[in-house]
């Protein structure tokens, strides 16, 4: 089955449109003054009676996005509307489910469920009455005078939907609220909440669920907008037409999850399929179009480690060179977002490239898993100079230096011009690792300084 195919396989809701956001651009400030876009012309609907899922990888500003749709930040241009008013605060017919449970240690379970109906003025019988109606309604019956800590990670996210429901919002808004969660209770809330869903026994008329699980969002989800990063944009909109509960062994099941991932992974052509359009074609006259060099903005890390990587080219290599991601996921007990940095990095440093929902080891990734040690250490230094952009404008910037020797906040300061401070060291951390791995360059981390190898630039 086509993408385009399993897009057109349910209708639109035709329920009233609760959230509308429209060509919402968000800008933050970095404390040196510079602008860091993170969402950018974004317009999407949320109508009454579908889930909504947002996915996109780190960097495409999903919670940001969630966050312009509950009046808790407001977009530096476009505008979010509540049922046709434009909001100027917070978002009044809207309740948050948080991916850190966000609860309050000093309070009971019944008291933290009860929070949002205090803020609103509602009488303390009533409080109590709904409150332990939804702490029943999600599976904590008994524990409304437990305190968090005696509970677990699973207990204290109901709290949460329970929080969340009691408020009967007319769209609850949640934030990863299963990735802090072991993979069993994940999968045992997911299930729960489509109970809830398709009994209408939620007091909810909507969801918006931000969540970087591909799986996820085709088991939950009505409708699924893919953001691509830096800045965030809707880069494809997909429908899901299957029944719930959902059979992830069922071919379309299967179909989606590969379009997603196709779209993800930077396939033009999924991504032209599930919206519709063509694939961008070359220029007249026959000549190809000339990407922009990479650059460590445009092309970041992904967060892996050396050990990872190799990892998974030996497990390829010893499946004869190719498999497919949702098999090797589903053998190591992981979802398959979970292998997608691992697989960025080995298409990024041309160790292996994508064939549609499978993955091939390059002759470049053979020999890498072949090699001895010190070998090993040469060819990646060599790939990494070559395909990871951060990594050799490190090299270069050491080398054109006289002692050969940068503190890192020179790097940090380069890279906030496309990243917030926290991914701006995240992309420095993973530059080291690979650069001490490859002994392209060494880090003191009590001074801060990084200093470039002998022999070094002999990789660029």
């Known amino acids: 089955m086509t993408s385009s195919e399993v897009r057109s396989a349910a209708p639109r809701p035709t329920g ?65 509307a509540y049922r046709g008013t434009p909001l100027t605060g917070a978002n009044p017919g809207v309740a948050m489910v948080f991916q850190s449970f966000a609860l309050l240690p000093w ?17 303390e019988e009533e409080r109590r009455r709904r409150a332990l ?39 609850l808004l949640m934030d990863e609220p299963f990735s802090a969660l072991d993979v069993l209770t994940a999968e045992n809330l997911r299930t729960e909440l489509v ?39 809707i880069q494809a909109e997909l429908t899901v037409g299957l029944p719930r509960p959902r059979d992830r062994q069922h071919p379309r099941f299967a179909a989606l999850v590969d379009t997603v991932y196709d779209i993800l992974t930077g396939r033009e052509e999924a991504a032209a399929a599930a919206v519709g359009a063509e694939p961008a074609a070359a220029p007249a006259g026959g000549a190809a179009h000339r990407p922009a060099p ?66 091939v080891v390059t002759d470049a990734g053979r020999e890498l898993v072949a090699a001895d040690i010190l070998t090993s250490k040469q060819l990646f230094a060599r790939h990494a100079a070559a395909h990871a952009p951060l990594v050799r404008a490190v090299v270069q910037a050491l080398a054109a230096t006289e002692d050969h020797t940068l503190r890192e906040d020179f790097f940090l300061d380069l890279l906030r011009r496309g990243f917030s401070a926290e991914e701006a060291r995240n992309q420095l951390e993973t530059a080291v690792d690979w650069g001490r791995y490859a002994e392209l360059y060494d880090y003191n981390r009590d001074d801060g300084e990084l200093t470039l190898e002998p022999g070094a630039q002999a990789a660029l």
């Not at 317009?43 to 966050?67: H, M, N």
């Not at 992981?334 to 490239?353: I, K, S």
């Open 294 to 359: 990479a650059t460590p903005i445009s092309a970041p890390l992904p967060d892996v480690s050396v050990g990872g990587l190799a990892g998974l080219l030996e497990i390829l290599v010893a499946r004869g060179g190719e498999d497919g991601l949702a098999e090797i996921a589903d053998e190591l007990n992981f979802e398959v977002d979970d292998l997608l940095p691992l697989v960025d990095a080995a298409v990024l440093l041309g160790l292996a490239r994508t064939d549609g929902p499978r993955i």
């Open 195 to 233: 109970g809830l869903w398709e009994g209408h026994e939620a007091p909810v008329k909507s969801i918006l669920i931000v969540t970087h699980n591909i799986e996820e969002a085709v088991l939950l989800a009505d409708r699924i907008l893919v953001l691509s990063a830096n800045p965030g944009r």
């Open 16 to 80: 009233d449109v609760i959230i509308r956001a429209e060509a919402v651009t968000k800008t933050f400030t970095t404390p040196d003054g510079r602008a860091l876009p993170v969402l950018d012309g974004i317009s999407f609907d949320l109508a009454e009676g579908e889930i909504v899922a947002l996915l996109g990888k780190s960097g495409s500003g999903k919670s940001t996005l969630l966050r312009c749709a509950a009046g808790l930040i407001a977009p530096s241009t476009g505008s979010v």
């Open 107 to 123: 309070l009971t379970v019944q008291q933290n469920v009860e929070l949002g109906l205090e803020a609103r003025g509602i009488g």
């Open 133 to 171: 109606k939804a702490i029943d309604l999600i599976g904590l019956d008994g524990f409304e005078s437990a305190y968090p800590k005696e509970l677990s990670g699973g207990m204290r996210q109901r709290v949460g939907f329970a929080r969340g429901i009691v408020v009967e919002p007319d769209a």
